[in-house]
């Protein structure tokens, strides 16, 4: 079921010189997908089209079945969360407990309900101890984890991630692909929009859509992409570390399979000792 349709969309902040040229694509309900590719291929200018912060020089976008237009942006909005690069930029309340809260104080929600689903949602994404903290003094990891709590307290269809993760450390970084698939199972029907130029982040997800130029180059899964070396060579793409990992044990005489994690190739490599 398409959750998310586009067709033929274009947008330019400069006339004639188009960021998205003629792009179309669908997104599935409960769908994981990446965005990838270098800077200026137009991911983050999807991403603002797709909430309606830009409108389409050329083309439509349709979201739960709704077209986006003025008659239906609230109600669309209402279907879908975004949680920005730096969420310094999302950050509203004075204190934790204040942020997360805001989006159901503009909902009406009862104050009695309202703090019930704050603590909740804060212990989703490991902040419950940190509610009365003020913003400034959290770190770049626990600010996102308090910006997802904010976009998943409104129990969005679609959750996009704009380089969510992309000033945040390694252990960071982590951190917040962890959340993502605790997200997952706790809710199968998510529809996941990761939008990143990070090839490691993209290798969980169900599908990959690769962009260059505004353009759709391709779309397929991680690992039929991970395969097709001219295109990382032609797109000048990483391969994931752990990619890079598997062909140097390989190369060693060690059996590992292309499915194996991290804890598998660990478990195989402890047994050599």
């Known amino acids: 079921m398409k959750c998310v349709s586009i067709k033929n969309l274009s947008y330019a902040y400069i006339k004639d010189r188009p960021v998205i040229k003629d792009l ?7 769908e994981y997908v990446s965005l990838v590719g270098h800077n ?6 999807l991403a603002k089209l797709l909430v309606g912060l830009l409108i389409p020089s050329e083309g439509t976008i349709e979201i739960c079945d709704l077209e986006l237009n003025n008659k239906n942006l609230n109600e669309i909005r209402k279907k879908v969360a975004i949680v920005f690069q730096n969420p310094d ?20 929600v009862p104050r009695e309900k309202m703090l019930s689903l704050v603590q909740e949602y804060a212990k989703k994404v490991g902040m419950e101890q940190f509610l009365t903290k003020e913003p400034g003094y959290l770190s770049g990891g626990q600010k996102q984890r308090v910006a ?15 380089e969510a993760t992309s000033m945040l450390d390694p252990a960071g ?26 090839i490691n982040e993209a290798y969980d997800s169900d599908r990959i859509i690769l962009m260059h130029e505004g353009v759709n180059v391709l779309s397929c899964t991680p690992s039929e992409l991970f395969e097709k070396t001219d295109i990382i060579s032609k797109y000048n793409l990483d391969l994931p570390f752990i990619i890079e990992l598997k062909t ?21 490599l402890c047994k050599l000792k």
């Open 89 to 108: 930029n999302q950050f509203i309340g004075a204190t934790v407990e204040d942020d997360i809260a805001f989006s159901l104080e503009n909902m009406c």
């Open 148 to 162: 997802i709590a904010d976009a998943l307290i409104r129990n969005p269809e679609i959750l996009i991630l704009d």
């Open 173 to 198: 970084k982590q951190d917040i692909l962890n959340l993502v698939k605790k997200m997952r199972l706790e809710n199968p029907n998510l529809t996941i929009i990761s939008i990143t130029h990070d």
């Open 40 to 45: 200026g291929c137009g991911k983050s200018t």
């Open 24 to 30: 179309s694509l669908d997104i599935n309900k409960g």
């Open 248 to 268: 140097k044990i390989k190369e060693l005489g060690i059996d590992v399979k292309d499915s194996d994690s991290y804890e598998e190739i660990g478990e195989k």
